[in-house]
């Protein structure tokens, strides 16, 4: 069973923000949420990860819930560089887990 | 620097033929990784190596080998080519919790 579950497409008009939602019910305690997002024929690209605590970077934000059993990627202007597959992962030490991951399409 | 670089791009095998799929990367990470993707689904870890001369196994080992021949080279074997190991394989490198670098890929193909 896969420890992610997410949505598998969503739509977003340019230039507005994006929240993409990411459920881990089964999170344990050291398990680190990471987001890769992935452009057809490339391997995943960082995006942002965290333990507990939101997190900010240039490219976006993540905003973990209380409980740490859901999570959400927040872009904040979509731009159509933008549109690509995201992965919610956790990571157990060395070990990722990837969900199915949700396509994210930008409308001009 | 390059990054992750892997070789080949595209591989098409027989069933029961063998190959090593090659890995190099120039940013000093520690660990390396080695995944596979199937179509429509998500990254799988197949292998995983902490430091140099150190591998474990990931969610799906079986019927693959790895060698950490240094710091930079991290291969992938597969011995006996079957047509289920049909997939897009992924090396990476990084650090422990943090962010992994991913290379191109090699689409492998086994008839």
């Known amino acids: 069973d896969a420890k992610t579950t997410q949505p598998n497409s969503m739509e977003s008009n340019e230039e507005e923000p994006v929240h993409l939602p990411c459920n881990h019910s089964?999170?344990?305690?050291?398990?680190?949420i990471h987001w890769y997002r992935q452009l057809p024929s490339q391997g995943p690209e960082y995006v942002i990860h965290?333990?507990?605590s939101n997190v900010n970077n240039r490219m976006a934000s993540l905003a973990i819930a209380e409980d740490r059993k859901s999570s959400t990627l927040i872009l904040h202007r979509a731009t159509l560089r933008d549109a690509a597959v995201y992965y919610c992962?956790?990571?157990?030490?060395?070990?990722?887990?990837f969900g199915t991951g949700t396509s994210l399409t930008v409308i001009p | 620097n390059a990054g992750v670089t892997q070789t080949p791009k595209f591989q098409v095998l027989k069933t029961g033929q063998s190959m090593t799929l090659q890995c190099a990367q120039d940013?000093?990470?520690?660990?390396m990784y080695w995944y596979r993707q199937d179509p429509g689904m998500g990254l799988r870890l197949i292998y995983y190596?902490?430091?140099?001369?150190?591998?474990d196994k990931g969610e799906v080992p079986n019927g693959y080998n790895v060698s950490r021949l240094n710091k930079r080279e991290f291969s992938l074997r597969l011995e006996s080519a079957a047509p289920s190991q049909t997939s897009v394989y992924f090396c990476?490198?990084?650090?422990?919790?943090?962010?992994?670098?991913f290379g191109p890929g090699t689409r492998l193909t086994v008839l």
């Open positions: 190596s902490a430091s140099e001369g150190t591998t």
């Open positions: 992962i956790l990571s157990t030490g060395n070990q990722f887990y």
């Open positions: 965290g333990l507990t």
């Open positions: 940013m000093n990470h520690n660990s």
């Open positions: 990476a490198g990084g650090w422990v919790g943090g962010e992994q670098f």
């Open positions: 089964t999170i344990s305690g050291t398990d680190y």
